[in-house]
């Protein structure tokens, strides 16, 4: 929006000037292109400023919150002890419902800035293939008389011309080098018609024109989707025209004798049709008609720009870019990434801002590539959370104050949760036999795709129930024992501590009966990772109630 803007200030001030020279509504509309290919840089650095009125309602892509299931839990009777087991992991993140618009936008865009880009750049091969055939002219009138003309026009570039074999070529391009392409049948031609074609296409490289048609080209093929950069490139190439017309016509050139040899010329070079080429061409039969009548009006302003209002029409775009660029609606968009650990972008990850001021919750789902995007949101602070399965929530704090915004999230891997209770039965259990360890068992297959966030849980292969205290049974003493570990490669726990306070022999029970549990690999997009897991042990005496557990 902000380089329509700029566009449509470009073309109303071309528009206003139309009884000015063209030379001078050509500049116009160069500087307006220059300052909206500079919008982005200028919309980073200059510090943003508020517009006084109030922007449309916030817009963002709703979704409905999905819910963090796990996996089933499991019961187990095992020596006086049961067991439940609580897992917040999941084998793979649910893809979102719906269709992800802004992926969709975003690969409309690439489609049509790749489109654009190839015809710029078959165009350009087409050209170097059509020069390196063509053959130079070294001598006769055709470089006398351009040699004439540089020195006119003031140019201190080497001009090359080269004829080339196609039938209806007339172009001019190159900055440093800069080359005239004449066609096949130039040299049958008058030498009041060379002086016209060769005075026109040096008026071209005197200007500057194939550099700012190329860049206006170039920006029109990024931002294929603003009809305005299309209007306004199609008005660059036309006020080029002209201007080169009025720097003929200046040289002594009447106005119905050019027109003779341009409408000769368009009717020539046209019977043939030809492919399109990023370069300026003279007879254009689409702005054959106008450029005629303007050669004819004997009131045309056809002055030169000078430099000083070169300057100031630049400086004028300059500062309202710098001005649109500042503006702000008091309402921006938050964009970010979210990812697991190991870079990977997780998709169908819910992402909600709450603005407690507003009472207002915006919610939407990263995409594929784990990116989000909330547009169009009030100032002030929110808090935002990122919840997806198998993975720990995260909590944030994001103030919103008119700047677009960026944040980029890492997702822990979630935790594992077992809960067991064991009994005092009164009878005398054999100790359990302690089995040497296994060696990990074998990984099986693993599809890994290009999106992260694909955990496989790990499954329990060996179990081994806490025994109750022997010194303790028949005491009624009862007491819970919090266990915090981590599920190593080797799939044994390790780094096993207990937190808390807890009855110290009830804690080398359950302690001693967890270092024998065995699982397979956790894997996250099918490399081993290590895993948290939370134990919660409750030992209940004979005639005691079961404590409650503490969270």
Known sequence: MKMTVILFVALAMSFALRRRSAALRHWVLAAGLACAAALPVLTSVVPAWPLPFAAPTAFVRYENPFSDTGLPGRREQVSGASSTGRSPMSTAPTPSGGPDWSTVARSAWLAGA??????LLIGFLRLAWLATHARPITHGRWFDIAGEFSRSYGLRRPVTLLQSSHPSLLVT???????????AA?????????????????????????????????????????????????????ESEHACDDE??????????????????????????????????????????????????????????????????FA???????????????????????????????????????????????????????????????????GLEATGM?????????????????????????????TIIVTDDGREHRPPTIRERAAPP??????????????????KLRDMAPQYPASLRGTGTSGTVQLKGRIALDGYLTDISVEGESHPEMASAAVAAVREWLYTETLLNCQPVDVVMNISVTFKGIGAAAPQTPR
């Not at 720990?392 to 979630?414: A, E, F, W």
């Open 114 to 119: 790749g489109i654009g880009l190839s015809i």
């Open 173 to 183: 391009w190159g900055l440093a080098r800069p080359k005239v392409m004449l066609p």
């Open 186 to 238: 130039a040299d049958a031609w008058t030498d009041a018609r060379v002086r016209v074609v060769l005075s026109h296409e040096l008026a071209h490289i005197y200007r500057g024109d194939w550099m700012v048609q190329f860049g206006a080209e170039l920006l029109r093929a990024i931002y294929w989707f603003n009809p305005f950069l299309w209007i306004a490139c199609r008005r660059l190439r036309l």
């Open 248 to 313: 003929v016509m200046s040289r002594g050139v009447h106005g119905t004798d050019y027109a003779t040899h341009l409408i000769e010329l368009a009717r020539a070079l046209n019977a043939r049709q030809h492919l399109w080429f990023p370069a300026p061409a003279m007879a254009r039969p689409s702005s054959l008609e106008r450029r005629v009548r303007a050669m004819l009006n004997v009131h045309s302003n056809r002055d030169r720009i000078s430099h000083g209002t070169r300057a100031v029409i």
């Open 316 to 382: 004028m775009l300059l500062g309202a870019t710098a001005a649109v660029a500042a503006a702000q609606s008091g309402f921006a968009s938050l964009t970010g990434r979210v990812a697991d650990e190991q870079g990977k972008g997780v998709p169908s990850v819910a992402v909600v801002l709450v603005n407690e001021a507003r009472q207002a919750k915006y919610e939407v789902k990263s995409n594929a590539a784990g990116q989000f995007e909330f547009v169009g949101l009030p100032a002030g602070d929110y």
């Open 390 to 418: 198998g993975f720990q929530g995260l909590k944030d704090v994001v103030t919103v104050s008119g700047q677009n915004l960026q944040r980029n999230y890492t997702l822990k891997l979630g935790t594992l949760q077992e």
């Open 442 to 459: 074998p990984r099986g297959e693993c599809a890994a795709s290009g999106a992260g966030g694909q955990i496989k849980p790990p499954k």
